[in-house]
């Protein structure tokens, strides 16, 4: 299928180029960064063998609708969406650190706490709490930025004793996080969703905060159906998801966690195909609109075409 495996482009004034687990990213004249979502799809630190048509068009425009959707929060780094799996923005200095906030013990959080411990990053949790029950409030449990391997979890203690964020802003990156959690919540719950937990990333431009990367995606979040919740719950049935959390149990299912020796189980088209599906199901939940398949040219070819005439427009 059509999808983005990799992209090697080459534009006027490019001054770098970095290749992530997702996305590929280009750097205009030490200005711009033009950041293509690709088809890739990562799990425990890996990225998997087979891309996943559509994957990348999913994440970057629920990503610029949210951040879209946040602007009066936060100013954030987008300057245009030229393609639908591009997205053009302001080179800023990120933070070195990502922000997560948790409304509910799921994923990683509920990992940790079946394991015994009873605090996350410095943050306290009750005991007698079920997986996917809600927090009686949010936490943020932020994480270290790796360039390479694993992020780690990090307290604010250690955050601030380590002068990885200066405390000034440290508590403005409390305060956003916070707001932009309430706001991802109630759109979500307009659409029948829950917002379990998600992260942000944050960067500085000209001395300002700035929300950077993408926000409320399936890839930075965790969703839950509203509808059953709380009878699941009372059940002890697993809840009703949509997020990348599926792809990592079907990894976990099939014998693979990241871990030394470990082999990637083999993606059949039918694995592909569903894991396709449950994106563009996310997508249609979340942005409350039918996902609008692109016309069947060249994928490639359309996002060099796109970004190259976006490029041209910027006076810099």
């Not at 007698?128 to 994480?143: Q, R, S, V």
């Not at 990592?248 to 039918?270: A, C, H, S, Y």
């Amino acid at each position: 299928m059509n999808a983005i495996k990799e992209t090697n482009f080459n534009f006027d004034n490019q001054t770098a180029f970095y290749r992530g687990k997702v996305r590929d990213v280009y750097t205009i004249a030490d200005t711009y960064l033009a950041m293509v979502a690709s088809d890739r799809i990562s799990a425990f630190d890996v990225v998997l063998p087979r891309p996943i048509p559509y994957k990348g068009q999913v994440l970057n425009q629920i990503a610029a609708k949210f951040l879209k959707a946040t602007a009066d929060i936060i100013p954030n780094w987008v300057v245009s969406v030229p393609d639908p799996s591009v997205t053009i923005g302001q080179m800023c200095e990120p933070f070195k650190v990502e922000m997560v906030i948790r409304g509910y013990l799921s994923g990683h959080a509920w990992r940790e706490y079946a394991a015994g411990k009873r605090e996350v990053c410095g943050e306290a949790l009750p005991e007698g709490l079920k997986e996917n029950d809600k927090l009686p409030a949010p936490i943020i449990t932020p994480t270290t930025k790796a360039a390479v391997g694993h992020d780690e979890d990090i307290s604010r203690e250690d955050i601030l004793k380590k002068g990885i964020v200066s405390e000034e802003d440290y508590i403005q990156l409390e305060k956003y996080t916070k707001a932009l959690f309430q706001r991802g919540t109630e759109i979500a719950a307009q659409r029948g969703l829950i917002l379990v937990d998600t992260k942000y990333e944050f960067g500085k431009k000209d001395g300002q905060i700035v929300l950077i990367d993408e926000i409320h995606t399936p890839d930075s979040s965790r969703y839950f159906y509203a509808e059953g919740y709380q009878e699941r719950q009372e059940k002890g049935e697993p809840q009703k998801q949509l997020s990348k959390e599926f792809v990592r149990k079907w990894l976990i299912e099939n014998g693979f966690q990241g871990k030394d020796g470990q082999v990637i189980p083999e993606m059949t088209d039918e694995i592909v195909a569903s894991i396709s599906e449950r994106y563009i199901e996310l997508y249609e939940h979340i942005v409350g609109e039918k996902f609008v398949y692109p016309d069947q040219e060249d994928v490639l070819e359309r996002v060099e075409r796109n970004v190259t005439k976006a490029l041209k427009e910027l006076n810099y």
